[in-house]
């Protein structure tokens, strides 16, 4: 039997907020006989990743309250059921509780949108990075792909891609170039994670080589 890794995918909140991350990895792995987009999980129903899914003809879609996210066993009962083996974030803002990081050791990922350890810790997401940048001075910017631990981004680094950073460029500027990023080396180096998380792949991504949930599920 030809074995598949569905995504359940996030932005902002375990797929939060707007979800472009999540559809463009769902679109990146589209024709993929390894790597599926299975379902959503969110904890807002009104969420426009949800709107993305169902255009994107991704039926499953959850939504769970930060209780239930806090606490972990309904969610993790979810994965179970759809079988998830691995599980990737764009943008989820909660800590994940102990049961899940216990249930997918190394087999959880997150995108920061910055060059950590710098502009990283709780309550650092999306315009505050970027004003962070720019008020601290930085000559350079990027994207941060991590595996998640107990911490707020301190897990171990598998990637980075770094943007110029121009004495002109606003909070906005910045965005738009870490974007960029986030959309060409998301998705591949996910795929490739996911690899050697399955012994398919002879390549070692270390934490100083530089260059979105979802998860993953046998069929």
């Not at 049961?99 to 315009?127: C, F, Q, T, W």
């Not at 606003?170 to 399955?198: F, G, M």
């Amino acid at each position: 039997m030809q074995k598949k890794h569905p995504f359940y995918d996030s932005y902002f909140y375990f797929a939060s907020g707007n979800g472009s991350n999540a559809e463009n990895i769902v679109r990146y792995f589209s024709d993929s006989d390894d790597i599926v987009v299975s379902l959503i999980i969110s904890n807002k129903r009104d969420a426009y990743v949800h709107e993305r899914a169902r255009h994107l003809g991704i039926p499953p879609s959850f939504t769970f309250s930060k209780p239930e996210f806090d606490d972990g066993l309904l969610v993790l009962d979810t994965l179970r059921e759809y079988n998830i083996d691995f599980i990737v974030l764009a943008g989820f803002l909660l800590k994940l509780s102990q049961p899940l990081l216990d249930s997918y050791p190394e087999r959880i990922v997150n995108i920061h949108p910055a060059l950590l350890p710098r502009h990283g810790g709780k309550g650092m997401y999306g315009d505050r990075v970027h004003r962070a940048v720019v008020d601290s001075g930085d000559k350079e910017s990027g994207i941060t792909i991590h595996y998640v631990n107990e911490n707020y981004d301190e897990g171990s680094i598998i990637y980075q891609a770094t943007c110029e950073v121009n004495k002109e460029d606003t909070p906005d500027d910045i965005a738009r170039k870490v974007h960029v990023l986030e959309y060409t080396h998301y998705p591949r180096v996910v795929e490739e994670v996911v690899k050697i998380a399955s012994g398919e792949s002879q390549i070692k991504i270390s934490s100083t080589f530089v260059i979105p949930f979802a998860a993953v599920r046998n069929w």
